[in-house]
């Protein structure tokens, strides 16, 4: 079993930045692709970003690329999701998991495991 715990969400302005941070307990996850999803109030949950094993895969969705950055520690146990210019549509509860492949983090599926969820406000 797998736990993920996101953090570092919170209130911005438009413009600002902020990191969030995914750690994994249970079991290392090194060997596994992670990912982020968001979801915001009466929308259905989003694919943002999703990392390879070894970080030499990386994929993100349209709407974050060029503002976004997914990167992980695995000695840590962690993955990482720098947001720049943040804009008002980016406001969400984000969600990391963690799978098997990389096709299981980047869709909404039953073989990934997923954390709680951490609320990213950005105010214009």
């Known amino acids: 079993q797998v736990q993920l715990v996101e953090s570092g969400g919170g209130l911005v302005q438009a413009g600002g930045s902020l990191r969030l941070s995914c750690a994994a307990s249970?079991?290392?996850?090194?060997?596994?692709?992670m990912g982020w999803f968001r979801q915001a109030p009466g929308k259905e949950r989003e694919f943002v970003a999703a990392?390879?094993?070894?970080?030499?895969?990386?994929y993100y969705a349209d709407s974050v690329k060029g503002r976004f950055t997914i990167s992980r520690d695995n000695a840590k146990n962690t993955v990482y999701l720098q947001m720049n210019s943040l804009k008002p549509e980016d406001t969400a509860v984000y969600h990391c998991?963690?799978?098997?492949?990389?096709?299981?983090?980047?869709?909404?599926?039953?073989?990934?495991?997923w954390g709680q969820g951490t609320q990213v406000t950005v105010s214009s």
């Open positions: 249970g079991r290392t996850v090194s060997s596994d692709a």
């Open positions: 990392i390879s094993w070894s970080g030499g895969s990386i």
């Open positions: 998991n963690a799978a098997s492949s990389m096709f299981a983090v980047m869709h909404i599926t039953s073989d990934a495991y």
